[in-house]
């Protein structure tokens, strides 16, 4: 039997995203985000929902391209500012030390000490509630090379992403390896 | 100096989500996503995308409802076959031992054995490309009361939930604490 926990936004895991815009002057902004995730393969798409409120939703809607900057365990403490503050107060770079670097493919900074960013143009801007919905299409992931592995992937034990845990606001870190995706699965074929 | 590794969606952590559906005759399909996460508070929905050839596309269409059942590292080779086959050729409940049990809330069937599941109503339809998103307006969550902490909430932990490394296909744990969200980042305020 079940217990019925409410209708709230309790999934899991949730990522912890850094999104980096142009402000209106040109200047840089980062938020934190973890209402996200991949939500198409052709072409590369991902999903992340802002609120009106914030000053990187109508950024976005303004210069129709943002970041992805993967938050991971190192940066912790750095992608948590991005969500206690606003950069209508505040520059988040200059308070952080972090670097805001040019994006030569989008028109949007991306956070330079970073080890995992995605470049994304806005394609569709959907409204789901409090939220909206930002779709932007991947136009390049850029790495750190001491995060590659020996396939040109992006190795998940050495970037460390952050997991969030919604309403009880935790950060965890990513575990041991527990299996082969399409293989495991294949004991139950007949 | 970052690494281009070409437009592809190489986003971490991504979740591993089986979506339960009702198939035309009534009997229940699951099948495995990863291309999802939370996409508004109020209401609070998630997003989840598959592809139009899925018998799952057609399910959701249909009934407008389904549940998000979480993967978990207990039930990592069986979400996993999830993926590997389809519905249209194989019962994947029989096949998996796994019971479909009917939510009294969403037309959509439930996997009884995952400690916590999430039941959806069809909110939105969003084409994206070769992905078919699918924002779900989440009416309630339930667990299993081993995995709830002293706040009524699941425990990360205790949970185990499966992340997804895109490309690679490779399913980690959950690790270790690492900090409290919208607590940690304080260090930067003036």
């Known amino acids: ?17 850094a999104i980096a815009t142009y402000n209106e002057d040109g200047s840089s902004n980062a938020m934190c985000a973890a209402w ?21 939703h109508g950024n976005i809607m303004k210069r129709k391209a943002f970041t992805v900057n993967i938050g991971t365990e190192a940066f912790a403490a750095q992608v948590d500012y991005f969500g206690l503050s606003t950069g209508r107060n505040v520059d988040k770079f ?7 670097s040019a994006s030569t493919l989008v028109d949007a900074p991306f956070i330079e000490e970073f080890p995992l960013i995605i470049e994304c143009t ?10 909206t919905q930002f779709i932007g299409e ?10 590659i592995d020996n396939q040109d992937l992006p190795d998940i034990e050495l970037l ?19 299996a082969q995706a399409f293989e495991v699965g294949k004991k139950f074929r007949k």
């Open 36 to 56: 996200g995730g991949i939500c198409c393969s052709k072409p590369p798409c991902l999903a992340v929902s802002l609120r009106e409120a914030t000053l990187s």
């Open 122 to 131: 806005l394609q569709q801007v959907v409204e789901v509630g409090l939220h």
């Open 160 to 178: 460390r992403p952050l997991i969030f845990s919604p309403v009880a606001r935790h950060y965890h870190g990513v575990g041991n390896f527990v």
């Open 94 to 100: 200059a308070a952080t030390g972090l670097t805001a």
């Open 1 to 17: 039997m079940k217990k019925s926990l409410g209708a709230n936004p309790l999934v899991y895991p949730t990522p912890v995203w």
């Open 138 to 147: 991947i136009m390049d992931v850029k790495a750190d090379e001491n995060i």
